[in-house]
């Protein structure tokens, strides 16, 4: 099994290693105001972005994004892991918001009234599937649609949802058949962030740049037109959504790791002890050519 890259995504990770270690990594720490990029920043780097040609990266080639794949994508968030100057769980700087189960599943009235202006930067999304015993078992999800006519009238909590207090709207994963459950009974249906009912009841402080909201449904009304696919099409959507979220933390992870692993070859070699460099102690060299394995096998 061949595990080079193709020629074009190995151009993508040499321009990409570039522009991270000559434009973000100087400027890194001042990068932050709180749990925020800096606006200034975040403008320049985005600038710069579009100038290099990796702009729109997930945005459908359809609506005049570069529509990469998911390999592409993982070499994305692996180079910039490489760095603390990115959000983790925000919006990135390679282009707008944009969600997949949108790109994926949209019929045309969605996408001109959600996806579109998503990728025109007007509109900011938001996933609102956790709830406060429904985490990792989402078939214990308490949310309820149920139809009322045209409409569909949602109740529920949900809960660690990032960027929720900014969100212009939200894809909420819901129960719409309780007999079925995950077996086409959990659907995805649209909520505009204003719509009555909708409350932000507190953000959560965590250990990283994130803090995620704890959000209530109360007899929230939407129509149906807003539903996502067809009825019971939800979890399959939101397992492919969550699923491309681990692979894009794990690749952070990855990209971590590397940089550790520069910081500490580095440090090995001018840190001097009793006449000689950290590099040339054999207990040393073990730590850091294990270390290099590890990464090397993960990725």
Not at 49 to 54: D, V
Not at 72 to 93: Q, V
Not at 194 to 213: A, E, F, N, S, Y
Not at 257 to 269: I, P, Q, V
């Amino acid at each position: 099994m061949d595990y080079q890259l193709p020629e074009e995504l190995r151009m993508l990770k040499e321009t990409l290693r570039r522009f991270i270690d000559n434009e973000v990594i100087p400027i890194e720490r001042e990068a932050y105001d709180g749990p925020e990029m800096v606006p200034e920043v975040r403008e320049k780097l985005e600038a710069r972005a579009q100038e290099l040609g990796i702009w729109g990266v997930d945005v459908p080639e359809s609506l005049g994004g570069l529509g990469m794949g998911l390999l592409a994508r993982a070499i994305i968030w692996e180079e910039t892991g490489r760095t603390i100057a990115f959000p983790r769980r925000k919006k990135w700087i390679f282009g707008p918001d944009v969600s997949p189960l949108l790109a994926g599943y949209a019929n045309d009235e969605q996408t001109e009234k959600y996806l579109k202006p998503c990728i025109d930067g007007k509109l900011k999304p938001g996933f609102a599937q956790t709830e406060p015993d429904a985490g990792g078992d989402p078939a214990g999800m308490k949310t309820t649609a149920v139809r009322d006519g045209d409409e569909y009238i949602i109740n529920g909590n949900k809960r660690f949802i990032t960027g929720a207090d900014t969100a212009d709207f939200f894809q909420v994963i819901c129960v719409t058949d309780q007999e079925k459950g995950t077996r086409g009974g959990i659907s995805c249906i649209l909520v505009d962030a204003d719509t009555p009912g909708v409350t932000i009841l507190r953000k959560q402080q965590t250990m990283m740049d994130d803090q995620p909201c704890e959000m209530a449904f109360d007899d929230v009304r939407v129509p149906v037109s807003n539903l996502v696919g067809n009825e019971g099409d939800g979890f399959r959507m939101a397992q492919a959504w969550i699923t491309m979220g681990r692979i894009r933390h794990g690749a952070i992870g990855i990209g971590t790791m590397e940089r550790c692993l520069e910081l500490g070859a580095s440090y090995a070699k001018d840190r001097v002890t009793f006449g000689k460099p950290l590099a040339d102690r054999q207990a040393i060299q073990w730590m850091l050519v294990d270390t290099y394995a590890d990464l090397h096998q993960m990725r």
